[in-house]
């Protein structure tokens, strides 16, 4: 059984003097958060309402519920979604250490949200994510732009499955790469949009300029190709490919 105040969240400035387009950010940043993770957690996030369910004049607070819109999801899901957005967006209070299930995206939207609490904290501004409250802390912009800074640049490729997301009207791209088992963020340029959603769920290698923290994590690549692999049950065995190169020698003539 799931209690409606763990797929709830909360908005709470307590402020009379905040500016509409303020609040506004301020709670749709909160519900992005949540369906941000919800998508690296592989939860159909599109299948998810938010619903106004409390509204206060005076004190610039609001609260919405999570209703399911489809087949795909469970409560238990969001309800899980929704403490790991709060719970991350605590930690990144007191450290640089990026929290699980946080994108890139996922890392920002929490800056912006607890910069709107800063903004307008007289001691009581809280966000409260189900049963997770967190409040303002300027410690979160030092630590996000810590965590995504990624200055390595290199040319790499990836070997992974294809996975494609809707989010927000626009089709994020990414892999899964088969060896570290680490989804990364594939910029794909228009040619190949294509090819790449028709490749979903199916095995890729991708290649183009790859983009890494100092300590090598890949955080996205720049595709510049595409290929389609085909099943493994499909590709030669170790015994049909022996001696394809006999008769060949490398390059320093051995």
Request: hydrophobic residues 45%.
């Amino acid at each position: 059984m799931y209690t409606v105040a763990m797929a709830k969240i909360v908005l709470d400035l307590d402020r009379r003097d905040v500016s509409a387009p303020d609040f506004a950010e301020g709670f749709l940043a909160q519900m992005r958060l949540v369906e941000q993770v919800m998508v690296e957690m592989g939860i159909a996030a599109n299948q998810v309402r938010w619903v106004i369910e409390d509204l206060r004049a005076g004190s610039a607070y609001a609260a919405a519920t999570a209703h399911i819109q489809g087949e795909h999801v469970a409560m238990a899901d969001i309800e899980a979604a929704i403490r790991i957005a709060g719970q991350g967006t605590k930690a990144l209070a007191s450290s640089n250490k990026r929290p699980a299930h946080f994108s890139d995206a996922a890392l920002k939207t929490s800056r912006t949200l607890t910069r709107i609490l800063s903004e307008y904290d007289s001691g009581k501004a809280v966000a409260r994510f189900g049963q997770i409250v967190v409040k303002p802390s300027e410690k979160v912009a030092e630590n996000v732009a810590t965590i995504i800074r990624g200055d390595l640049r290199s040319i790499a490729s990836i070997d992974g499955t294809l996975v494609g997301v809707n989010d927000y009207g626009r089709i994020e791209i990414s892999v899964v790469d088969r060896l570290r088992g680490r989804r990364i963020r594939c910029e794909i340029p228009n040619d190949l949009v294509d090819k790449a959603l028709s490749a979903f769920k199916k095995r890729v290698v991708v290649r183009g300029l790859m983009w890494s923290r100092q300590d090598g994590t890949a955080i996205r690549i720049d595709v510049r190709s595409l290929d389609v692999m085909p099943p493994d049950d499909q590709l030669p065995t170790h015994s049909q490919v022996r001696g394809i190169l006999s008769g060949y020698r490398i390059a320093n003539g051995e």
